[in-house]
């Protein structure tokens, strides 16, 4: 492993710390239970958490984190279902000219106001499919299906981090010899898609596993004292997804 950053990690390293997970928290989302809606359309429909706005970008809904020690090592999971948007019109989607993005928010110390673009001193971990050619000619870091670090600093500071923080996922499949396509991830709107993030408070490592890969890891190494803080939030960009099945569990 010679990256520094996000580099893939073979599950079989991480196989024996499945032996001692402790499930602290289970949402279900027969209710909200402690999740907050901030902005967006949000509501619960079948056992789903659903935002159904695709106009937003700013799309964000907290959770308190009541009675998970920040010690030690947690794992935070959880599905996540493509239910409309990430085109601007039907020219756009025949045109293949996609935009959508979803992730989580870690780290966050203090609810932010109902509109607010970060989230105090945290981290947004964050999917991004932009295919448009505008982003392509004019934001390149931004172009393609990507893995995303977002550093906030404050509810109205926060940008992607550089380098290994910002990464081409299909390109790092790639060189593990998994080619995929963007077209190939198509498949992935069908079904639920497990989501599966691993944050060290001791070390400050956060593992997050490729959803298009079960089994292969993105390392990220982050500063374990902003990881520390009392909510978490999905958040979402032009896109109307079903959430489901959120646990956080000790390890």
């Known amino acids: 492993m010679k990256k520094v950053g996000l580099i893939l990690v073979v599950l079989l390293v991480l196989a024996p710390l499945a032996l001692s997970a402790q499930v602290v928290v289970r949402d279900n989302f ?12 949000w509501g619960i429909r079948g056992g789903m958490f659903t935002q159904s706005d695709v106009t937003t970008g700013l799309a964000r809904a907290d959770r308190m984190l009541r009675n998970v020690p920040q010690t030690g090592e947690i794992e935070i999971s959880f599905n996540v279902r493509y239910q409309a948007g990430g085109f601007a019109d039907a020219a756009a989607l025949r045109a293949q000219q996609l935009h959508a993005g979803f992730g989580i928010q870690i780290g966050v110390d203090n609810r932010p106001p109902r509109l607010a673009w970060g989230a105090g001193n945290s981290y947004l971990l964050w999917l991004n499919l932009d ?30 981090m550089d380098g290994p923080y910002n990464t081409d996922i299909l390109g790092a499949l790639a060189e593990v010899g998994i ?19 691993r944050v060290n408070y001791s070390t400050g490592l956060v593992l997050v596993e490729d959803p298009t890969a079960p ?25 109307a997804v079903n959430f489901s099945d959120f646990t956080v569990s000790r390890r």
Do not use: C, K
């Open 30 to 41: 027969q209710t909200l239970g402690d999740w907050q809606p901030a902005f967006g359309s």
């Open 131 to 160: 295919t448009r050619t505008t982003t392509m000619r004019t934001s390149p870091e931004h172009f393609g299906f990507r893995g995303q670090v977002y550093r906030s600093r404050s509810n109205t500071s926060m940008a992607v």
């Open 179 to 197: 080619n995929l396509s963007i077209a190939d991830l198509e498949a992935f709107l069908v079904e639920p898609v497990r989501i599966r993030i």
């Open 215 to 239: 089994g292969l890891w993105f390392e990220v190494p982050l500063d374990a004292q902003v990881l520390r803080g009392n909510y978490v939030s999905l958040r979402t960009n032009s896109l």
